[in-house]
């Protein structure tokens, strides 16, 4: 039997752009336009393609909104309830918590149902395993001291588990395992690699928050600590510093 992965929707609507800037506005979400003007714009939901286009066969307010619901997990429902509010079209469902998870069911501008949701720690644990999906780890000498910095200066859900485990959701599916080893010697390696939008806005804000960038003999960086690749023709531009912990890790555009 053949086996793929969902990594992409497509919604029509006769006006895209506003259907676009809603999904952008409410869950904080970059968009590419793709295509000279004339292609269709996509809305990047955490490695999910939420694609926005028109089609002469669409016109006006979805027939039936709840035939096909779309479900968007988010890492703060309160958060995303207030920007869904920002935008004055009401809710289908207010937030509820069931079983420890929470639910709401917003309305886009065409009168698509949207499901936000946010599952506890255990029952992503659960899913997790159940799927069998790979994931990395790596080891620090200080579990506390790496959630502050994890959650705190890079932005990413850092959750405990009753284990002391430290899980980093990267985005939707990736997860990061990191362990305490009071022994810990970091690697000669980068262990960790950041993608980011702008390098130049990820770098300040590294350095807004007290980070100090790493320097390598024969990666010459600019007065910043990039490392501009694309120009010099040796790989993207790219930013290194470490955790607490001295792993190394990276930025990079």
């Known amino acids: 039997m053949a086996t793929g992965t969902v990594f992409s929707a497509l919604l029509s609507s006769d006006d895209p752009a506003r259907l676009c800037d809603w999904y952008a506005a409410v869950f904080d979400a970059s968009v590419e336009q793709v295509g000279n003007g004339s292609g269709y714009?996509?809305?990047?939901?955490?490695?999910?393609?939420?694609?926005?286009?028109?089609?002469?066969?669409?016109?006006?307010?979805?027939?039936?909104?709840?035939?096909?619901?779309l479900n968007v997990e988010v890492d703060d429902v309160p958060a995303t309830a207030a920007r869904v509010d920002a935008q004055g079209l009401g809710w289908h469902a207010p937030?509820?918590?069931r079983g420890g998870n929470m639910f709401a069911t917003a309305i886009d501008p065409d009168g698509n149902l949207v499901q936000i949701i946010r599952l506890?720690?255990?029952?992503?644990?659960?899913?997790m395993q159940a799927s069998m999906t790979p994931f990395s780890g790596f080891a620090v000498r200080d579990v506390d001291a790496a959630a502050d910095f994890y959650s705190r200066v890079l932005g990413v859900r850092a959750d405990r588990n009753e284990m002391g485990l430290l899980t980093l959701h990267l985005d939707r599916r990736t997860r990061v395992i990191v362990y305490p080893k009071p022994d810990h010697e970091p690697a000669g390696f980068t262990v960790l690699n950041l993608p980011v939008a702008d390098i130049d806005v990820a770098?300040?804000?590294?350095?807004?928050?007290?980070?100090?960038?790493?320097?390598?003999?024969?990666?010459?960086?600019?007065?910043?600590?990039?490392?501009?690749?694309?120009?010099?023709?040796m790989g993207p531009d790219i930013a290194w510093f470490t955790d607490p912990s001295g792993n190394v890790l990276s930025v990079l555009h």
């Open 120 to 127: 506890s720690d255990a029952m992503e644990q659960e899913a």
């Open 41 to 69: 714009q996509v809305v990047d939901l955490d490695g999910f393609y939420l694609m926005i286009d028109s089609r002469d066969d669409v016109s006006g307010r979805a027939q039936e909104p709840a035939r096909v619901i």
């Open 203 to 233: 770098v300040a804000d590294l350095a807004a928050k007290g980070v100090e960038l790493l320097r390598y003999d024969g990666m010459p960086c600019d007065e910043k600590g990039i490392m501009r690749g694309r120009s010099a023709g």
């Open 95 to 97: 937030a509820e918590e």
